[in-house]
């Protein structure tokens, strides 16, 4: 449940969603940040937010908190309605602002028109693990997305979900119709309650609470009952797409440059208070916690009993929706050399999008934090520091899940996406030179979608294993053949062999008539058939790790499994020539969901 | 007695062949593992000597998987399963598993030859444990069972029953006879049976598996491998594909073999599944006139 009510205010105007952001702002003039102390910071409906109400104790600091041991003096005030917060940002009434990356790219323009509101971006709080696209039954991957009508949220946190997800299909935004909506929950005008009516609406964009009442879950299809949509489902969620939606505090430039030991302050104090919100949800979920209850009852009270009915599923919820990244992520985001989800990453995508969807004029960039972060402001104050990434995902769970799934019939469901290369025949090498477009772009989708996994999936040309059968059935006499080289008919209990006695074969060969014909063992052709095909994906995920690597840019091996489909999923069966066959002779790259169980757990995502 | 000990020699050598084929590694990891259980014939037989040497059996064979030992790639998982020794409490002298050379050739030292031949039970022994290794790696890997022996089986009603399914699951069998009689049930009915002094026939056994036609589409006769399949129908061919692919891992012996409903293809599924909701729409009814019947009766009264 993320954002519940965040954007409710956001772009009011009704209309094209893509207005000019400095148009909704108004005019507004600059003024100093006159007051320190208490020092105005907003705050969102965002489950990171309970880490800042947590450090400072309540909206207002209290004594004994974090942030009133760092001597800071904090007044929280609501922000969910953006546009308002960049006016007071201007006028001086806040040096903060706080949203989302994309966000703060859309008035990038606006703030960025005098020097001293240029925003610096302090501090990266969390990742969104609650955002969702929920699709009909007539979309089972991206790839048919195209053509099709989307609704969701103008100006939300969604625009620059759709906009990654767009990307990640390799589709404009001219290729879908898309619907713009006001609100983002809770109305009848909120694009669940749209989708829900609206069949010809094929796809939205919702939050959890939203989404578990039109497919029931995130794993789960719609049936129809207890108001769920018959067949909905979520294809993307940020559960998987995990580095889409980075929730962010930005400073004015001005503020920033003459209370620097302020800002210090604020970020770890935050920081502390993530690390021990996250010790607290860890205790209450094993055992229970007293300490968390009453942090989760004054969220509740902070956001109000319509936006937190419950303490145990929505507050809690509101926390679980999200990822913090704590120190060791922002010490990757603002200085990480090679990541794709860095600060200078997110910039570049956010401005394009502001940019391209007409929120900005211009390009207006924005500063990284700045921070020293090995300075005992952070060092020694902070514990979980540690800047060693675990791998992510369970090696032996995947694969099981991913043999399951296919043996199964239930990895298109999971899958987000997919594409292939093709080779040559007993092909086990490739060449980043060949293959450099698809392994980078393995290598973006693995670190935008940090919570699926690659599945890459060798296949292998079935014609010998076919050609073996044949042979092994001749040799034993279970068919015939006649006619000429060139010309050969073949023939079963003395009628022509076709679909009418296939059934009767299918049945031989299950009962291993086919078996034991000396020198021709289909069956070992096929095994190593398999054998070549996962040997075919194994070489593939060792080119893209070196081509990784060759690049600088960071990759999670752990994202990425090999796994041999041999020839049990050909293109074409029999193919009748080598240009057939060699479509058979591929390597699918699949990015698919996988449970949660596959991953390993760990504090922070960075 | 010139001829009997290149006999022995060939036995090894034959052993080495075999074994040394195996594929390489696909990717270096622990799922790509070649598996070969030996099992080998302790049985009272094997104490005699073969004939016109003065070497025992039993000698004879340890001889020869001694030999053999030098061959194998050092990552081939081994097993050596043992049956009817007189002296040994556990019959998997070896489990399945990297090999460790001096653990290895200890165990291959210790078995003495004792009773019977349940041949048939031990291949049974020796295939479950492959089935098992091949879920464990999902598939991947090569399985074979190398069976040492001198004679008939005393199960071997056993032997020809899971001789079949053994094959029909993928396991490949091969036979080293140790001065066998020709005439061995298993001659006709295992990937590979190879007698000592037919040296001829192992070059046949070092031929590389292909898993795909070459690139001209010739077979190893060097005939177009798609002119010789055009005649088959397209659904036929990939109907019998599909037939061959599913080969279940649940031991053998059991209703996972094949022709077993458990083993049955996606095509035979769907007819089965077909007559599975014919007979519930059956049931339900002959149990709606059951009920409407009892209905009349109790309205009747």
Redesign the interface.
């Known amino acids: 449940m993320t954002l519940v009510f965040l954007f409710s205010g956001i772009f009011p105007l009704a209309g094209k969603a893509e207005e000019s952001f400095s148009k909704m702002v108004g005019p507004v003039k600059v003024g100093t940040v006159k007051q320190n102390s208490p020092l105005e910071v907003p705050f969102i409906t965002w489950g990171g937010d309970m880490a800042t109400f947590y450090a400072n104790g309540g909206l207002t600091t209290q004594s004994g908190s974090i942030f009133s041991k760092k001597g800071l003096n904090i007044n929280l005030v609501p922000g969910d309605d953006f546009v308002q917060q960049v006016r007071n940002y201007m006028e001086g009434k806040s040096p903060f602002l706080r949203g989302t990356f994309r966000m703060i790219g859309m008035a990038s323009e606006a703030i960025g028109s005098n020097p001293r509101t240029k925003g610096v971006v302090i501090l990266q709080m969390t990742w969104s693990a609650g955002d969702h696209m929920v699709v009909r039954k007539n979309i089972r991957t991206l790839d048919d997305l195209k053509g099709k009508t989307v609704v969701l949220q103008k100006g939300g946190p969604h625009v620059g979900m759709l906009d990654d997800i767009l990307k990640t299909g390799q589709l404009k935004w001219e290729d879908i119709k898309v619907i713009w909506k006001d609100d983002l929950t809770g109305t009848p005008n909120s694009p669940a309650e749209i989708f829900r009516k609206d069949k010809n609406i094929d796809a939205c964009f919702v939050i959890s609470p939203d989404m578990i009442g039109l497919s029931g879950g995130l794993q789960s299809i719609g049936s129809g009952a207890e108001g769920t949509v018959k067949g909905a489902r979520v294809l993307i969620s940020t559960a998987e797409l995990s580095r889409s939606i980075a929730d962010v505090y930005v400073c004015r430039k001005d503020f920033y440059d003459a209370n620097r030991k302020l800002v210090d302050k604020f970020v770890a104090g935050y920081l502390k208070g993530c690390e021990e919100v996250i010790d607290l949800k860890k205790q209450y979920e094993a055992k229970g916690s007293a300490k968390y209850m009453k942090l989760l009852k004054l969220t509740q009270d902070i956001y109000g009993k319509d936006v937190i009915p419950t303490l145990e599923e929505d507050a809690h919820g509101l926390l679980c929706d999200c990822t913090f990244v704590g120190y060791p992520g922002n010490v990757a985001f603002f200085t990480g050399k090679g990541s794709l989800h860095g600060f200078d990453a997110f910039q570049e995508s956010a401005l394009n999008l502001a940019v391209d969807r007409g929120y900005a004029g211009v390009r207006t960039g924005l500063f990284p934090s700045g921070l020293d972060y090995s300075s005992p402001a952070f060092i020694g104050y902070l514990t979980k520091t540690e800047m060693t990434k675990a791998e992510r995902f369970k090696a032996e769970a995947v694969?099981?899940e991913i043999?399951l799934l296919s043996a199964g019939g239930g990895l298109d469901d999971r899958t987000i996406i997919s594409f292939t290369i093709n080779f040559?025949?007993?092909q086990n090498t490739f060449s980043s030179l060949q293959y450099g477009a698809e392994y980078q772009r393995v290598v973006e989708m693995a670190d935008k979608y940090g919570n699926a996994v690659f599945a890459i999936r060798g296949h292998?040309?079935?014609?010998?294993?076919?050609?073996n059968?044949?042979q092994a059935g001749l040799k034993k006499g279970v068919i015939k053949r006649s006619?000429t080289?060139?010309n050969?008919?073949?023939s079963f209990q003395g009628k022509p062999?076709?679909?009418a006695n296939?059934?009767a074969?299918?049945?031989l060969?299950?009962?291993?008539q086919?078996?034991?014909a000396s020198?021709i063992?289909?069956?070992?052709?096929?095994?190593?058939?398999?054998?070549?095909s996962?040997?075919r994906?194994?070489?593939v995920?060792?080119s893209i790790i070196n081509y990784a690597q060759n690049k600088g840019l960071t990759l999670d091996k752990s994202q990425i499994q090999?796994?041999?489909a041999?020839?049990?999923e050909?293109f074409i069966?029999?193919?009748?020539?080598?240009e057939e066959?060699k479509q058979n002779?591929r390597v699918e790259f699949r990015l698919i969901r996988v449970e949660a169980e596959a991953a390993s757990n760990a504090d922070f995502d960075f | 007695m010139r001829r009997k000990i290149i006999l022995i020699f060939n036995t090894a050598l034959i052993l080495a062949t075999l074994l040394s084929v195996l594929?390489d590694k696909?990717?270096?990891?622990e799922?790509?593992c070649n598996n070969v259980v030996i099992v080998l014939d302790a049985s009272g037989s094997m104490k005699n000597k073969m004939r016109g040497t003065s070497m025992k059996k039993m000698d004879a064979a340890k001889v020869a998987i001694q030999e053999v030992l030098k061959q194998v790639p050092v990552d081939t998982h081994i097993g050596l399963l043992v049956f009817s020794s007189s002296n040994l409490n556990e019959d998997w002298v070896y489990p399945l598993g990297p090999r460790d050379d001096a653990k290895l050739s200890k165990a291959i030292s210790l078995p003495q030859a004792g009773g019977r031949t349940p041949l048939g039970a031990y291949i049974k022994k020796g295939v479950d444990r492959l089935l098992a290794e091949r879920a464990r790696q999902?598939?991947?890997?090569?399985?074979r069972l190398l069976i040492v022996t001198d004679g008939e089986a005393q199960d071997r009603d056993l032997v020809d029953r899971y001789v079949?399914?053994v094959?029909?699951r993928?396991i490949?069998i091969d036979v080293v006879g140790v001065d066998m009689k020709t005439t061995h049930t298993l001659a006709?009915?295992?990937?590979s049976y190879r007698r000592a002094d037919d040296p001829a026939s192992l070059k046949?056994a070092v031929a590389e598996?292909?898993?795909?036609?070459?690139?001209?589409?010739s077979?190893i006769a060097g005939?177009?491998?798609?002119?010789?399949?055009?005649?088959?129908?397209?659904?036929?061919?990939?109907?019998?594909?599909?037939?061959?692919?599913?080969?279940g891992n649940d031991p053998i012996g059991g209703k996972a073999g094949?022709?077993s409903p458990s083993?049955?293809?996606t095509?035979?599924k769907q007819?089965g599944k077909s007559k599975g909701i014919g007979t519930i729409v059956l049931l339900f009814f002959i149990m709606l006139i059951a009920v409407i019947i009892i209905w009349k009766v109790i309205a009747k009264r």
């Open positions: 694969l099981e043999e040559e025949p007993n292998s040309d079935p014609t010998k294993t076919l050609l059968l044949v006619g080289r060139g050969y008919h073949y062999l076709s679909l296939t059934t074969v299918v049945d060969v299950e009962d291993g086919f078996d034991g020198g063992n289909p069956r070992q052709t096929m095994q190593a058939a398999l054998n070549l996962r040997k994906a194994g070489a995920r060792d090999p796994v041999g041999g020839i049990r050909p069966a029999k193919p009748k020539n080598m066959a002779m | 594929p696909t990717s270096g990891s799922y790509d999902h598939g991947y890997g090569s399985y079949p399914e094959v029909g993928g490949t006709t009915m295992v990937h046949k598996v292909f898993a795909e036609v070459a690139d001209t589409g077979d005939e177009d491998a798609f002119s010789q399949l055009a005649a088959i129908p397209d659904e036929t061919a990939a109907a019998m594909l599909s037939a061959l692919s599913i080969s094949p022709g083993k049955k293809t095509f035979r007819s």
